[in-house]
């Protein structure tokens, strides 16, 4: 079992909500296992014969009630829009960049192939799935802006759920404090533009 994939779910995907307990844990099947948050939803193609059936807490200890069924939630392969295809590793990067920012809110999103996705859900989920190994492999497919992007490569299927926003939105200067929207274009532009230039921290500096 990949401890560090199961790790990442724990941390970013599995709700932190303890009205809904089963939320909070990773649920096991012999060949797969899978957490959500409402939001976001990971499966990741890899289970546990001595977990299976079970969904367990990051203790391990097993978390009573029944998990939702995943499955029913991604629409059919042929209907599930066309890929997108990008860095995603500089996506997560400018995600992890603007949430730093003391401008940002919860409710900041940019907008990917016309659909609204949060900026912190969608770190969330790329800090979890560029663990899996070639971030290259990664697409999403994304269908319009009311319905779900799909995520996919060969080690896990993903789901994050869009925002609703208008056009007039999109790049408008906004008052601090209050929700921006953002066109891909310009917000991975601001992350490179804001950090090109900034030189890695020599490792023991003070020693030199």
Same mark, same amino acid.
């Given at each position: ?28 099947? @012999? ?6 948050d409402g939001h976001v939803l990971v %499966? *990741?193609?890899?289970? &546990?014969?001595?977990?299976? $059936? ?8 097993e978390i009573e009630g029944r998990y ?8 059919? /392969? ?17 995600? #992890?960049?603007? %949430?730093?920012?003391?401008? &940002?809110?919860?409710?900041? @999103?940019?907008? %990917? ?10 770190? @969330? ?31 896990? @299927?993903?789901?994050?759920?869009p925002t609703l926003y208008q056009e $007039?939105? %999109? ?15 310009? *917000? ?13 921290? /020599?490792?023991?500096?003070? #020693?030199?």
């Amino acid at each position: 079992m990949n401890k560090k994939i199961i790790k990442a779910m724990f941390a970013n995907i599995c709700a932190k909500d303890e009205m809904r307990p089963i939320m909070c844990g990773v649920h096991f099947e @012999r060949e797969r296992c899978y957490a959500s948050d409402g939001h976001v939803l990971v %499966i *990741f193609k890899e289970g &546990s014969e001595k977990l299976d $059936g079970k969904t367990v807490n990051l203790e391990g200890q097993e978390i009573e009630g029944r998990y939702p069924n995943v499955d029913s939630v991604f629409p059919p /392969k042929d209907n599930q829009g066309n890929p997108f295809v990008c860095d995603f590793v500089q996506l997560k990067n400018a995600c #992890a960049y603007h %949430i730093k920012q003391l401008s &940002s809110t919860q409710n900041d @999103r940019v907008i %990917i192939n016309g659909v609204g996705l949060n900026v912190r859900t969608l770190h @969330r989920l790329l800090c979890t799935i560029t663990l899996l190994g070639n971030p290259n492999d990664i697409k999403f497919f994304i269908t319009d802006p009311s319905r779900a992007v799909v995520v996919e490569s060969e080690q896990m @299927r993903s789901l994050i759920m869009p925002t609703l926003y208008q056009e $007039g939105e %999109i790049d408008f200067e906004t008052d601090f404090g209050e929700t921006k929207t953002f066109s891909y274009e310009n *917000f991975i532009n601001d992350y490179v533009f804001n950090c090109w230039k900034k030189e890695p921290k /020599k490792e023991l500096e003070w #020693a030199d």
